[in-house]
C-alpha cells in the first residue's frame, strides 16, 4: 500500500511538471502574438475552405481562378504559419474552418456575387491585422511571418477589388 501511494504521489508530480512545462511554453509568447497567431490560423483556413468553394461553385472564370489562388496562397501562409507555431510551441484551438451558411447555399452569379463581397471585406481586415501585427508584434518570428505575407494580401485585395469593379458587385 505505501508503494502505491509512492507511486501515486510520484505520478501526480510529474504529471504537474509536465504540465507547467507546456503552461510556460507558451507563456513566454505574449498575449497579443498570440491572439493573432490563433486569428490567422483560422483565417487563413477559413480562405482555403472558400477557396475551395469558390473553384467548384463559381460561374465567374475570375471567381474561379481567385478561388483556386486563395487554395494556393492561403496553404502556403498556412504551412509557414504552423512550422513557426510547431518550434514555439504554440497550442491553438482547434476549430473548424467556416464558410457563412448563405455562401454554401448561393449559386451562380448569386455566389459570385457573395464571395466577392466576402473576400474584399475580409482581406481588407487582414490587411490591417497583418499590419498591425507587422509594426507591432513582440515575437520576432511571428512579426517577421506577418511582414513577409503582407505583399500576398494587399496582391489579393487588388485582385478581388478588380473583380469587382469588372463584375459592377458593390463592396463594402
Do not use: W
Not at 498570440?34 to 467548384?56: C, D, I, P, W, Y
Not at 467556416?98 to 474584399?120: I, K, P, S
Not at 509594426?135 to 473583380?163: G, Y
Request: proline share 3%; with cysteine; glycine share 4%.
Amino acid at each position: 500500500m505505501k508503494k502505491l501511494i509512492i507511486l501515486l504521489a510520484t505520478a501526480g508530480t510529474l504529471s504537474a511538471h509536465c504540465a507547467l512545462a507546456q503552461v510556460n511554453a507558451s507563456a513566454a509568447i505574449d498575449t497579443a502574438t498570440l491572439n493573432f497567431v490563433s486569428k490567422a490560423t483560422h483565417g487563413g483556413m477559413m480562405e482555403v475552405t472558400a477557396g475551395r468553394l469558390a473553384a467548384t461553385k463559381a460561374q465567374s472564370a475570375d471567381v474561379k481562378a481567385f478561388g483556386e489562388r486563395m487554395v494556393s496562397d492561403h496553404s502556403k501562409a498556412n504551412e509557414k504559419l504552423m512550422g513557426i507555431v510547431k518550434t514555439k510551441a504554440i497550442t491553438i484551438p482547434d476549430m473548424p474552418p467556416m464558410t457563412d451558411e448563405m455562401l454554401n447555399r448561393a449559386t451562380g452569379a448569386d455566389f459570385d456575387r457573395q464571395y466577392v463581397q466576402m473576400m474584399v471585406k475580409d482581406h481588407e481586415k487582414t490587411v490591417a491585422m497583418f499590419e498591425k501585427a507587422a509594426s507591432s508584434l513582440p515575437d520576432k518570428d511571428v512579426k517577421m511571418f506577418a511582414t513577409e505575407t503582407l505583399p500576398t494580401l494587399r496582391s489579393h485585395v487588388q485582385q478581388i477589388k478588380a473583380i469587382a469593379a469588372k463584375m459592377k458587385i458593390s463592396t463594402p
